[in-house]
Structures are given as C-alpha cells and as structure tokens.
C-alpha cells in the first residue's frame, strides 16, 4: 500500500497546525520546539534464561530513550544483547516530532527516470511542496502525463540522460511512426506508476522506496573501523503517525511517529550500534536530527545533529541450533543428511569455507560451502564434494576455528569442536 500521504511536504498543513513552542502538555502532543529529536528506540533483545538457553523477549525492548506507561515496567531502557539476524530484528526509532517525508521515500515511476542499478533506478524523489493533486496530475495514460505533469513539482523526471520507454510496454524513439508509444525523452516524464486499484489506478502511487543512505546503521566491533548493517530500503518506511501513548491495539508498536527499520544481512554481531542521519533529513523548519540524553525532548542534545547517544549492544557472534551440526560431542548424524551450520547473522562466506575443517576417522573430508536461501538464509550446507559422501559407521570431527567471522567482520570469540557419527 502506497505511504504517499506520509510525505512530510505533503502533510504540511497538519505541521503547521503544531506551531507551539512550549513542552508539551501530554503524551498526545508532539515536540515541534527546535530540533527533532530521538524520543525512543525500540528492537527486540535476546537474554540466557535459567535454563542457559538463549530467548527473545516477548514484545521490543527499549534500548534507548524513556516512556511512563506500565508497558515499560521491568525494562532498563537500554538493550546489551540485541538480536543480530535480519529475520529477528527491526527497529522502530521513535521521534517527537515530525520528520519531512520527502527526504525519505521515494515513489515508483512507470519506468527508468534515473541511472542508479536494480529497483531504484524507477523511483523519483517528491519535491519539497508538492501535493497529492500534483502526484495524481503525473499520473494516467502517456497523453495526460504529457498534458498536465508541469510546473516546477512534476514527480518521475527521465533524468537518465537518455530516451527510456514505460513498464506499460516499449517504445519507439521516432514519435512520428504508426504504431507504438513514444519514448520518454531526457527531461520529461515517465509518469507514476499507478497500476492499481485496476484497471485505471487512483492517482496515486502504487509503491513507495525507502531512500538509501537516509538513515544509516553504524556498529563498532573488532578492528578499527565502523561497520554498516545495511537496511532493506523495500519494507522499511517513515510512520507519520502515533505519539506517547501506548495503545491497547499496537501495543509498544505504535508509537510514534517513527521511523521503521527492517535489515538485509542483520546486525554484525558482538558490536556497539547508533543511528547516523544524513544532513538533509530534516523537520520542517531544516533542523537535522539529534538525541538528548536518555531521550529527554527537554534537555538539549550534544550537538547539531549529534546522534551519538543512542546506542545500543549487539549479541556475540554464536552456532545456532537450527543447523542440524551436533550440539554435543557423540551424537549421531544420519546417513544422507545434509550437515548444515547455523549462525545467528549472515555470515562471510569464505571465512567458512577457509575455517571450517572436517575429518573423517581422521582423514581431511573435503566440502564446499553453500548459503540457504529465503528462511534458511543463515543456514550453510557443507556440502561434501563427491565421492566423499557421509559413511555409516565413521567418526567425524568438526571444528569451527576463530577465522570465522560474520559480514562484518567480526569473529567467533572461541573455536567450537563437534564429534559424530553416521548412522
């Protein structure tokens, strides 16, 4: 579903109406006084129970930042052990007050309109005061964009540098033949893409893109320099929405507003993570985003746009039980089961394949190293490379050394040593 009405230039009405500068009188109103800020971060965080297995809390912790609500009661407002994969983790920053949406999603053309590579390059930035009658005027059949996508707020530019046809179908680059669509020459536009609801559309866009780069994850580990856990710019999103009340419906969930981060790889585990924010996301009045100690809107933050407060911890990099590797020496593996390790982040691949080693009743047993795809993602299959396949009765030994490391760099803290055999 389109977030086009979440647009900060689109919803400048409603920010206006929120032009007090004095604190704010409860949890309903937010802060437009000064800079915006970081209220609250929320990701969810793993912890060793009695039992010494490692769970997930029920429900996203705050690693960051202060609400009153007996949702909170319990919670030390700070997260050590976040959940490193990308399945497992996303994160709601929470702000107080509005952000310009503008320089944080951007919404699908019906076709090339820049020269970026894969999804992005069909995806236009919305200038700052544009309105949904101007997305819905760059929207419609190649005749009306051509008639009414004008003025200085047009969405869906081709800025390619050359002719570029629509997802509707191709094109001829000499207008004036029989048949076929025009291409859409350098400086005018694609049009929106507005497939849905069929067969016309409504005027607004059908999908928007988190812009890359807008929001950034910044993590500290082993080595000396930062380490990025990338953020998936399909499914993350800004919320305009919400405030400091928690709702019986949404719970934690739905305050706001804020800023929804979902991951590709997962955070690189065993490290020390904060937010850096380009320059131009920004409120309305241009102030970049800043964090004040522990969240307090009252208190002035370090600096201009000075994020460095809010942090949060990373859990160490460890073998998961989802691979079907023995989790104690003298277990049993079955003849024609594929040996697999699980990790709990995405892993360097190559580490693997040069810091795994297998013996087989104590000869070197070579394999090739395979990543899972979709839910298996973090699972790899050491695939034997033929003949030598698992021998019922054999003795195998596995040792996962410190070479190891996830994709960012950072390594298993000790070697793990398994012992099998094959039944």
């Known amino acids: ?47 060793t129970g ?38 497992g983790q996303s994160l709601r920053v929470v702000m107080d007050e509005l952000l310009v949406g503008n320089s944080l999603e951007m919404i699908e053309c019906d076709g090339r309109v820049n020269n970026k590579t894969g999804l992005a390059a069909n995806y236009s930035k919305v200038p700052v005061g544009a309105t949904p009658d101007d997305i819905s005027k760059c929207a419609g059949t190649p005749d009306l964009i051509q008639a009414r996508c004008t003025g200085d707020r047009v969405v869906c530019l081709n800025e390619t540098g050359a002719p570029q046809s629509r997802a509707s179908g191709g094109c001829l680059v000499d207008p004036n033949r029989p048949m076929g669509v025009p291409c859409v020459a350098p400086g005018e536009a694609t049009g929106v893409r507005d497939a849905l609801p069929a067969p016309d559309g409504d005027g607004v866009p059908d999908t928007d893109l988190f812009i890359d780069g807008a929001v950034r994850i910044m993590c500290k580990g082993v080595g000396p320099n930062l380490v990025e856990a990338p953020i998936d710019t399909g499914t993350s999103f800004w919320e305009p929405a919400g405030d400091q009340l928690v709702p019986a419906h949404g719970g934690v969930s739905a305050l706001g507003p804020a ?20 320059p131009s996301v920004t409120d309305k009045d241009g ?118 490391k996830d994709f960012g760099g950072q390594p298993l803290t000790a070697a793990i040593v398994k012992t099998f055999t094959v039944q």
């Open 287 to 404: 102030n970049p985003v800043c964090a004040p100690p522990d969240g307090n809107v009252h208190t002035d933050c370090p600096g201009v746009g000075d994020t460095s407060l809010a942090t949060w911890g990373v859990a160490a990099l460890r073998l998961d039980k989802n691979g079907n590797t023995p989790d104690v020496d003298g277990a049993t593996v079955f003849l024609g089961q594929v040996l697999s390790v699980q990790f709990n982040t995405t892993m360097d691949i190559q580490s693997l394949q040069d810091n795994i080693t297998i013996t087989q009743n104590g000869q070197p047993w070579p394999f090739t190293v395979v990543q899972g795809t979709g839910s298996s993602s973090l699972k790899y299959e050491l695939r034997p490379v033929s003949p030598a396949a698992l021998v019922a009765g054999d003795t195998y030994v596995l040792t996962i050394g410190t070479g190891v």
């Open 259 to 278: 800023l929804v981060l979902h991951l590709t790889k997962g955070l690189p585990t065993g490290t020390t993570c904060h937010l850096v924010f380009d």
């Open 50 to 87: 009695s039992d010494g297995q490692i769970r997930t809390f029920i429900g996203p912790q705050l690693a960051y930042g202060h609400n009153d609500d007996k949702a909170f009661d319990g919670d030390d407002g700070k997260v050590v052990t976040a959940v490193a994969s990308p399945s």
């Open 1 to 47: 579903m389109s977030r086009l009405n979440s647009l900060g230039a689109l919803t400048a009405g409603a920010m206006l109406a929120l032009g007090a500068c004095t604190p704010p009188p409860s949890a309903t109103d937010l802060n437009p006084a000064g800079p915006p800020m970081i209220e609250q971060i929320l990701m969810n965080e793993e912890y």
